[in-house]
């Protein structure tokens, strides 16, 4: 799981409220996060691999310059698959090796490798699950631009720079001053641990607060330019903009099923540390609250991997394609609504996400505004319901 708790635990100094939670039942909490963090990972990478009848893999577009939005869900995945194999890595350890943990909670230890081990396990989840923050909320930003402007790919590089370079500098800023002036005697107080719990939950509030908001604006915007389109709203287009809703209504329902749980453990545990004695009786039930929660972030927090990959682009199957050769010969073809479906391809098998090659050369030869509505919508649409409004620029299956 990805909780500043676990790098606080690496302090051997560390709070009692955090203490209480890592400590208790270290070898069933550290089974369940690498149960979890496996499936995740497995599931997520079959999801992502090329499946036989006509599965495509996102990120493999015939096309030079694909909309930038298809990278940025492969990167989330690739970032959110990097969070769980690090999980999976430390929890193997704790297993393996348990007086690890108990090197760990020794104030008075000398060994290194213990707390190098720790804290360079919890960099690498934090790093990578933050990424997959910053990206989730570029892709937001994305759609959005892509409905508003016509952005295209040229952006992608902006969003390689603010995701990978926040991330890192937060992640560093937030480990070196919970770790001041060293790991083996951290510097005591809630206020000396208040940046890094700052600089962890900044973009997950971000993509909690802020991507609503553009998923909003961008389907009302989505919805305007359908019904520009004729001047009519269409049944068709009707049932188009609900599949948008549907989308990023699914991909903030997996947020926030895997990432709400963190923040009303770190409520609990906040509300403990300002005790004077957290054994108290009268907190007995926020103990049990906060042990809870902590079991549930355990489990929820790795399952983002899995779970995103339904939210983007459905279940899959697992008929994977173990043939190098026919991949090799498998060729996409661009999909004309205009043209009658051919070779026996059912357009409306599986849930598909279509992509445009790229917005700014097609808005560049379009000649009338309509196109540049269909050029938008393509970026965000279903498969199906694209073929339905008669969009009559070409579109490309992302799987």
């Keep these: 799981m990805a909780s500043p708790r676990l790098e606080t635990f690496c302090c051997p ?23 979890s963090a496996a499936f995740s990972a497995i599931s997520a990478i079959i999801q992502m691999l090329p499946k036989r009848k006509g599965y495509r ?9 694909p909309a930038s939005s298809s990278r940025i869900l492969f990167i989330i995945s690739i970032c959110d698959i990097l969070g769980c194999a690090g999980i999976i890595f430390r929890s193997s350890v704790w297993l393996g090796v348990p007086n690890i943990i108990e ?33 989730t909320f ?27 370079g926040l991330a890192a500098l937060l992640c560093i800023e937030g480990v ?37 908001v553009f998923f909003s604006r961008t389907t009302s915007a989505v919805t305007s330019l359908l019904k520009g389109r004729q001047g009519i709203y269409t049944e068709n287009e009707r049932r188009l903009a609900n599949e948008i809703k549907m989308r990023f209504f699914k991909i903030m329902l997996v947020f926030f099923i895997c990432w709400v749980p963190n923040i009303i453990n770190e409520c609990l545990l906040f509300y403990l540390e300002m005790q004077s004695d957290i054994n108290d009786n009268t907190f007995r039930n926020i103990r049990n609250a906060a042990l809870i929660t902590w079991f549930i972030m355990g489990i929820l927090n790795p399952m983002q ?27 996409w073809d661009s999909v004309s609504t205009s043209v009658p479906n051919t070779a026996g391809h059912n357009p409306l098998s599986g849930t598909t996400l279509l992509y445009q090659s790229h917005v700014q050369d097609v808005k560049r030869n379009m000649v009338s505004n309509g196109q540049h509505q269909s050029d938008a919508i393509s970026v965000l649409s ?18």
């Excluded at 709070?15 to 369940?32: E, R, W, Y």
């Excluded at 893999?57 to 310059?65: F, I, K, M, Y």
């Excluded at 020794?106 to 934090?126: K, L, R, Y």
């Excluded at 994305?142 to 508003?148: A, E, N, R, S, T």
Aim: charge should be negative; include cysteine.
């Design 176 to 212: 070196a001053m919970l770790y001041y002036p060293s790991i083996s005697d951290c510097e005591q107080g809630l206020q000396h641990a208040v940046p890094h719990y700052v600089t962890t939950y900044a973009p997950m509030l971000l993509v909690l607060i802020v991507n609503p």
């Design 57 to 65: 893999r996102l990120g493999q577009s015939p096309l030079p310059r």
């Design 305 to 331: 991997a899995f779970l995103n990959t339904l939210a983007f682009h459905g279940w899959t199957g697992c008929h994977i394609d173990f043939s190098l050769q026919r991949r090799r010969e498998l060729t």
């Design 138 to 164: 570029c892709y937001a930003v994305d759609v959005f631009l892509v409905v508003k402007t016509s952005a295209g790919i040229s952006t992608i590089i902006l969003y390689h720079m603010i995701t990978w």
């Design 103 to 135: 090197e760990i909670s020794v104030a008075n230890n000398t060994e290194v490798w213990p707390e190098v081990f720790c804290v360079g396990s919890a960099m690498w989840i934090q790093l990578f699950f933050s990424a997959s923050f910053w990206w």
């Design 382 to 399: 279903e498969g199906n319901w694209a073929q339905s409004v008669g969009s009559s620029s070409p579109v490309y299956q992302g799987w």
């Design 13 to 35: 100094n560390r709070d009692p409220a955090t203490d209480f939670v890592v400590t208790f039942q270290p070898v069933l909490f550290g089974a369940l996060t690498l149960g």
